[in-house]
Protein backbone atom coordinates (compact mmCIF):
# COMPACT_ATOMS: atom_id res chain seq x y z
CA UNK A 1 0.00 0.00 0.00
CA UNK A 2 2.80 2.15 0.57
CA UNK A 3 4.19 1.84 -2.24
CA UNK A 4 1.09 1.95 -4.28
CA UNK A 5 0.87 5.63 -2.70
CA UNK A 6 4.90 6.35 -3.34
CA UNK A 7 4.07 6.04 -6.98
CA UNK A 8 1.22 7.77 -7.14
CA UNK A 9 2.64 10.87 -5.53
CA UNK A 10 5.16 10.85 -8.10
CA UNK A 11 3.01 11.53 -10.85
CA UNK A 12 2.80 15.31 -11.94
CA UNK A 13 -0.13 17.03 -10.96
CA UNK A 14 -1.03 18.05 -14.54
CA UNK A 15 -1.45 14.07 -15.16
CA UNK A 16 -4.54 14.71 -12.21
CA UNK A 17 -5.60 17.49 -14.04
CA UNK A 18 -6.08 15.48 -16.93
CA UNK A 19 -7.41 12.57 -15.73
CA UNK A 20 -10.36 15.16 -13.86
CA UNK A 21 -11.41 16.15 -17.69
CA UNK A 22 -11.20 12.76 -19.27
CA UNK A 23 -13.76 12.24 -15.53
CA UNK A 24 -15.67 15.19 -16.50
CA UNK A 25 -16.20 14.35 -20.36
CA UNK A 26 -16.54 10.31 -19.24
CA UNK A 27 -19.54 11.24 -17.11
CA UNK A 28 -21.90 12.57 -20.07
CA UNK A 29 -20.05 9.99 -22.02
CA UNK A 30 -22.67 6.90 -22.08
CA UNK A 31 -22.90 3.53 -23.72
CA UNK A 32 -22.94 3.54 -27.55
CA UNK A 33 -26.14 1.74 -27.18
CA UNK A 34 -27.96 4.65 -26.92
CA UNK A 35 -27.58 5.86 -29.57
CA UNK A 36 -28.83 2.64 -31.41
CA UNK A 37 -31.46 2.91 -29.34
CA UNK A 38 -32.36 6.35 -30.40
CA UNK A 39 -31.52 5.54 -34.10
CA UNK A 40 -34.47 3.32 -33.73
CA UNK A 41 -36.84 6.10 -32.62
CA UNK A 42 -36.09 7.08 -36.51
CA UNK A 43 -38.14 4.78 -37.78
CA UNK A 44 -35.29 2.80 -39.33
CA UNK A 45 -35.95 -1.16 -39.93
CA UNK A 46 -33.91 -2.48 -36.77
CA UNK A 47 -31.98 -4.70 -39.19
CA UNK A 48 -30.26 -1.52 -40.18
CA UNK A 49 -29.06 -0.57 -36.84
CA UNK A 50 -26.01 -2.71 -36.81
CA UNK A 51 -25.00 -1.47 -40.33
CA UNK A 52 -25.35 2.65 -39.14
CA UNK A 53 -23.36 1.78 -36.56
CA UNK A 54 -20.48 0.20 -38.93
CA UNK A 55 -20.02 3.57 -40.43
CA UNK A 56 -18.69 4.94 -37.11
CA UNK A 57 -16.78 2.07 -36.94
CA UNK A 58 -15.27 2.12 -40.34
CA UNK A 59 -14.86 5.75 -39.93
CA UNK A 60 -13.03 5.45 -36.71
CA UNK A 61 -10.46 3.13 -38.02
CA UNK A 62 -9.93 4.25 -41.50
CA UNK A 63 -8.99 7.44 -39.35
CA UNK A 64 -7.04 6.39 -36.60
CA UNK A 65 -3.62 6.10 -38.23
CA UNK A 66 -3.77 9.54 -40.07
CA UNK A 67 -4.99 11.68 -37.33
CA UNK A 68 -2.19 9.88 -35.28
CA UNK A 69 0.38 11.26 -37.55
CA UNK A 70 -1.32 14.86 -37.10
CA UNK A 71 -1.27 14.39 -33.41
CA UNK A 72 2.62 13.66 -33.43
CA UNK A 73 3.44 17.11 -35.93
CA UNK A 74 0.46 19.21 -34.01
CA UNK A 75 -0.08 18.36 -30.39
CA UNK A 76 -2.34 15.69 -28.92
CA UNK A 77 -3.83 18.35 -26.65
CA UNK A 78 -5.40 20.63 -30.15
CA UNK A 79 -6.70 17.28 -31.45
CA UNK A 80 -8.27 16.17 -27.44
CA UNK A 81 -10.22 20.02 -27.86
CA UNK A 82 -11.28 19.16 -31.50
CA UNK A 83 -12.57 15.72 -30.74
CA UNK A 84 -14.29 17.20 -27.37
CA UNK A 85 -16.30 19.94 -29.37
CA UNK A 86 -16.79 17.95 -31.81
CA UNK A 87 -18.84 15.05 -29.84
CA UNK A 88 -20.51 18.05 -27.70
CA UNK A 89 -21.96 19.00 -31.19
CA UNK A 90 -22.80 15.86 -32.32
CA UNK A 91 -24.78 14.93 -28.69
CA UNK A 92 -26.33 17.69 -28.83
CA UNK A 93 -27.91 17.77 -32.40
CA UNK A 94 -28.65 13.64 -31.63
CA UNK A 95 -30.66 15.28 -28.82
CA UNK A 96 -32.17 18.09 -31.46
CA UNK A 97 -33.38 15.81 -34.68
CA UNK A 98 -34.61 12.76 -35.52
CA UNK A 99 -33.58 11.84 -39.11
CA UNK A 100 -32.15 8.92 -40.00
CA UNK A 101 -30.44 10.85 -43.09
CA UNK A 102 -28.86 13.44 -39.88
CA UNK A 103 -27.62 9.97 -37.66
CA UNK A 104 -26.09 8.40 -40.74
CA UNK A 105 -23.84 11.96 -40.87
CA UNK A 106 -23.64 12.12 -37.52
CA UNK A 107 -22.12 8.70 -37.14
CA UNK A 108 -19.94 9.80 -39.26
CA UNK A 109 -18.97 12.53 -37.39
CA UNK A 110 -19.03 10.38 -33.93
CA UNK A 111 -16.33 8.20 -35.65
CA UNK A 112 -14.13 11.24 -36.32
CA UNK A 113 -14.17 12.13 -32.79
CA UNK A 114 -13.59 8.70 -32.05
CA UNK A 115 -10.57 8.89 -33.82
CA UNK A 116 -9.37 12.31 -33.00
CA UNK A 117 -9.73 11.45 -29.28
CA UNK A 118 -8.73 7.56 -28.73
CA UNK A 119 -5.10 7.22 -29.57
CA UNK A 120 -4.78 11.29 -28.57
CA UNK A 121 -5.63 10.42 -25.03
CA UNK A 122 -3.49 7.65 -24.56
CA UNK A 123 -0.44 9.51 -26.12
CA UNK A 124 -0.95 12.52 -23.53
CA UNK A 125 -0.29 9.97 -20.81
CA UNK A 126 2.87 8.73 -22.38
CA UNK A 127 3.72 12.09 -22.94
CA UNK A 128 2.66 13.37 -19.40
CA UNK A 129 4.12 10.63 -17.11
CA UNK A 130 7.42 9.48 -17.25
CA UNK A 131 8.91 6.24 -18.52
CA UNK A 132 9.22 4.10 -15.44
CA UNK A 133 5.83 5.50 -14.42
CA UNK A 134 3.81 4.62 -17.55
CA UNK A 135 2.20 1.50 -15.87
CA UNK A 136 0.66 3.40 -13.30
CA UNK A 137 -0.36 6.20 -15.39
CA UNK A 138 -2.13 3.99 -18.05
CA UNK A 139 -3.68 1.91 -15.02
CA UNK A 140 -5.35 4.81 -13.35
CA UNK A 141 -6.58 6.39 -16.79
CA UNK A 142 -8.46 3.07 -17.49
CA UNK A 143 -9.55 2.61 -14.10
CA UNK A 144 -10.94 6.32 -14.30
CA UNK A 145 -12.96 5.59 -17.57
CA UNK A 146 -13.95 2.06 -15.87
CA UNK A 147 -15.48 3.80 -12.72
CA UNK A 148 -17.11 6.56 -14.57
CA UNK A 149 -18.81 4.25 -17.07
CA UNK A 150 -21.05 2.90 -14.90
CA UNK A 151 -22.73 6.42 -13.53
CA UNK A 152 -22.77 8.02 -16.75
CA UNK A 153 -24.74 5.21 -18.01
CA UNK A 154 -26.88 5.29 -15.09
CA UNK A 155 -27.24 8.98 -15.27
CA UNK A 156 -28.35 8.50 -19.34
CA UNK A 157 -30.65 6.32 -18.79
CA UNK A 158 -32.83 8.12 -15.64
CA UNK A 159 -32.96 10.71 -18.26
CA UNK A 160 -34.31 8.87 -21.09
CA UNK A 161 -36.64 7.45 -18.68
CA UNK A 162 -37.80 10.46 -16.43
CA UNK A 163 -37.03 13.30 -18.74
CA UNK A 164 -37.40 12.15 -22.38
CA UNK A 165 -35.06 10.35 -25.11
CA UNK A 166 -33.34 13.87 -26.22
CA UNK A 167 -32.02 14.72 -22.28
CA UNK A 168 -29.25 12.27 -21.70
CA UNK A 169 -27.72 13.64 -25.25
CA UNK A 170 -28.13 17.37 -23.93
CA UNK A 171 -26.40 16.48 -21.29
CA UNK A 172 -23.77 14.75 -22.73
CA UNK A 173 -22.74 17.89 -24.79
CA UNK A 174 -22.96 20.35 -21.85
CA UNK A 175 -20.31 17.65 -20.07
CA UNK A 176 -18.09 17.35 -23.13
CA UNK A 177 -18.25 21.28 -23.98
CA UNK A 178 -17.06 21.84 -19.87
CA UNK A 179 -14.27 19.13 -20.71
CA UNK A 180 -13.02 21.20 -24.08
CA UNK A 181 -13.50 24.42 -22.29
CA UNK A 182 -11.12 22.62 -19.06
CA UNK A 183 -8.86 21.33 -21.41
CA UNK A 184 -8.19 24.58 -23.15
CA UNK A 185 -7.49 25.98 -19.39
CA UNK A 186 -5.25 22.81 -19.27
CA UNK A 187 -3.47 24.06 -22.17
CA UNK A 188 -2.94 27.68 -21.44
CA UNK A 189 -1.67 26.81 -17.80
CA UNK A 190 1.03 24.35 -19.52
CA UNK A 191 2.05 27.22 -21.91
CA UNK A 192 2.07 29.54 -18.57
CA UNK A 193 4.22 27.31 -16.92
CA UNK A 194 6.86 26.60 -19.68
CA UNK A 195 7.16 30.54 -20.52
CA UNK A 196 7.75 31.13 -16.93
CA UNK A 197 10.75 28.65 -16.59
Do not use: C, W
Given at each position: ?????????????????????????????????????????????????????????????????????ISDRIGRETLIIVGFLLYAIVYFLFGRFNSINIFVLLFILYGVYSALTDTSQKAMISDIVSKDLKGTGFGLYHAVLGITLLPASLIAGLLYDKVNSNAPFYFGSAMALTATILMIVFVISEKRKNHAV
Open positions: MIFILFHLKQLPRKFYFFLAIIFVFTLGNSADALLLVKTTETGINKAYIPFVYMIFNVVSVFLAIPIGK
